[in-house]
């Protein structure tokens, strides 16, 4: 945790329940309810599992958030709470690496001391922040697996392995710890006792120590592991209601008259009321009379304009581009012509009976911010088309997963031996355009969803391959995974 975070966060929290003493008549208990969303930020593994592979972390995916809380308003700007909030996040893959997930939910309970912005009327921004607890339930999944005896190590769980012996490393513990968090909201009165109140916290959480098992999987033999979830914090967005019981607010107490200034009355020149002449702004200085000139210029009325210079020919020769000049040596040279580039035709979207062709129109494509997050053959920026035919066929002769997918590609693309028929020469280079949607990914391991692309140039390059049956497919490069585009 940042030290001097949680020592700013502590004084501030001082100093708002220092304040909190002075209260009026107007104070009371009050109970507070709120549910929205929310996400963890992206967070570090380290230990018997861990994220450093690409030194990318993991990265949450928002989800739904709930809090609680009772506490005192004691009726001077202050109020003093006790607060619970849970939130639950998906991190997906660690590191981007396959057969890895990772999994979290924290439960805070916090002491939060509030100042209230009571002179909008029935708007009632405020400003809080609170120390207490937080627990943290994590789940961390990474394992090898063998395939045609070739044993695929995963890097997320680190270690020496016996030949042709996989591992798998499981983690799902829970931890505890003191955290603090930073609040701003906006309450709405809707009556005298209930206010609307909707507001955003930021949550800075300890980190976590959990502790696990690391497993043979033919010999089923384990070992402890331990791994520590660091740099944990969250940002939520909820909203809901508070209801203050007891008597309501009394009115405020109406402000006595304050007598009216004296008048000025001192005229100055410009016609301004002043209370001497000493204040009286300085007199500018007197305007010039000016007349305008035939050329445009601007000279005192006095002098004269400069003598109008005589008529020129009127230019009598027309020029390719319709400009008429005085000798077709002054007419502009012939530009260039304009190469035009034919724009590649994409599939036409709607059903198929092939399920990777078949595109749901009765529903609405997700734009992608970006590509990378769920990797089908990783990134293949910087190779030829020739490399990425070559890595595909590696990946054909070490994986069944990869080669019965690649087999189905090809029979679907007509080609009736699968990727036996797959060629180097069918694979070219192509920027799919701005705006491009269609099916992108394979199976739920990679998010196979109905998408539209980001609109950044590198996250829209991509092999093309030729198919037999008149059918476009793409691979994206920056993740390798499969794209039907289609418009």
Known sequence: MNKLALCSAASALSLLMSGAAFADDNDGWY???????????????TGGITSQVHDDGIQSEGNGAASLGIGYDFGDNWRLELDGDT???????????PSSFAKLRTDTVMLNAYYDFDNLGKLEPYVGAGLGLVRGDASLVAHDFINNRLLNRTPVCPGDRVAQQGVSCDVSDTDSGFGWQLIAGLGYALSDNLTWDTHYTYMNAPDFDFEGARTNSVTQASTPIEATLSDVAAHTVMTGLRYRFGNSYEAPKAIAPVAPPPKPTYACWDGSMVFNSGQCPAE?????????????????????????????????VACWDGSLVSDSAFCPATPEPVAVVQQTNLNVCGSSPVAIFDVPLNTTPKQMSRLGTMPEFGDSHGLTPTEFYEKLDGRFRTSAVDKAYLNYLFKSMGYANGWADAQPYMFSEEVLPV????????????????SILPANDRDRQAFRIQSANGSVVHFMKTCGNYMYACE
Do not use: E, M
């Not at 939130?87 to 690496?97: E, M, N, Y």
């Not at 705006?435 to 109905?450: A, W």
């Open 31 to 45: 109970l507070r309810g709120n549910a929205g969303y929310g996400v963890h930020t992206d967070a570090d593994i």
């Open 87 to 97: 939130l639950w996040t998906d991190f997906g893959s660690i590191s981007q690496v």
């Open 284 to 316: 500018p200085a007197p305007v010039v009379q000016t007349q305008t000139c035939w050329d445009g210029s601007n000279i005192p009325v006095a002098s004269t304009c400069p003598a109008r210079p005589a008529p020129q020919p009127s230019p009598q």
């Open 435 to 450: 705006g491009t949607s269609g099916l992108l990914g394979l199976g739920k391991q990679h998010h196979y969803k109905y």
